[in-house]
């Protein structure tokens, strides 16, 4: 295998593996893994079989889920086994697994000397598009009476706006601004990664597809969100979202008029993870998820051993 970078040139490459099986977890996807690439020092090899993505940060060497078709998840696991043996010299460690990889590799047989973990913290949530469009039952009551709210107080003064690469300058200066409110807040102390793959994103976005939008309040940028469309799956993904807290309702507002103007079409929304904050993960229970997309990492017990 052959490793290179997750450069901005590869997205087409990347969409071509990721269209062989129905992915619905947010590291299956090129802008997350663009995003998040000098965090988990991330790098990609393809071959007739498989995308691979190697993770080599801090002496941890894992592999994410092959971008493959079902059929070939044995096979593109054996390869990686193969690869970490071989070279590494170290048992196998495959993190993020979804729970579709991991169903399919037991049904094989495949997975008697793994330990399988499950990654509650990193699971996504997915949810119904009509319902975050909407805001519309019970269970959405208190999100709509936000928003609602939200119209309310500032009437006249906001307006939601479609970003593109000349909105770029501005939105750095929001991001920097969030940013140094929320690091307290950095359990997994992933804000500055998150940031360098934001501002690399930002300096290569003629070359990237993904969707942006805002939200304006007498006229200043007070919240910005960016996402992806998977097609095959009728998934956006939403990788960034910020705003401004002491706008009441904003978050809510952004959330769903992000939804309705650049997704139109989609059936499910992938918010991604909540990486463990309490805050994060009742604000996102709190839209009430049609699912968890469940993550799992696997260790390979024998013949190898750690030192």
Request: with cysteine; proline share 3%.
């Amino acid at each position: 295998m052959k490793f290179q970078p997750i450069s901005p040139f590869v997205q087409e490459l990347f969409e071509t593996y990721e269209s062989l099986r129905p992915i619905y977890m947010s590291e299956g996807h090129f802008l997350n893994q663009f995003l998040w690439e000098n965090y988990y020092k991330t790098r990609f090899a393809t071959d007739d079989t498989a995308l691979y993505l190697l993770i080599q940060r801090q002496g941890f060497s894992a592999f994410f889920a092959p971008l493959c078709r079902e059929e070939d998840l044995p096979e593109a696991f054996s390869r990686m086994e193969r690869y970490f043996h071989d070279v590494l010299q170290k048992p196998l460690c495959v993190f993020l697994a979804d729970k579709r990889m991991v169903e399919i590799l037991t049904e094989a047989g495949r997975l008697g000397s793994y330990s399988i973990a499950e990654e509650r913290d990193c699971y996504d949530y997915v949810y119904e598009a009509e319902k975050l469009r909407t805001l519309s039952g019970k269970l959405m009551h208190k999100k709509k009476n936000l928003v609602n709210k939200f119209l309310r107080e500032y009437e006249g003064h906001f307006e939601y706006e479609t970003l593109g690469r000349d909105n770029i300058g501005e939105i750095e200066a929001f991001h920097q601004k969030w940013l140094d409110e929320r690091r307290i807040y950095d359990k997994y102390n992933c804000i500055d990664d998150e940031e360098e793959g934001i501002y690399r994103l930002f300096g290569n976005c003629a070359f990237i597809r993904c969707r942006m939008g805002g939200v304006r309040i007498d006229g200043e940028l007070k919240a910005y969100t960016i996402g992806s469309y998977s097609p095959d799956t009728r998934c956006a993904f939403i990788h960034i979202e910020k705003a401004d807290v002491e706008y009441a309702g904003l978050y809510n507002y952004i959330n769903q008029q992000f939804i309705l103007h650049e997704f139109p079409d989609a059936l499910f929304v992938n918010r991604e993870d909540d990486l463990g904050q309490d805050n994060l993960r009742q604000a996102k229970l709190s839209y009430h998820p049609l699912r968890l997309e469940e993550k799992f990492t696997l260790r390979e017990k024998f013949p190898f051993q750690e030192n």
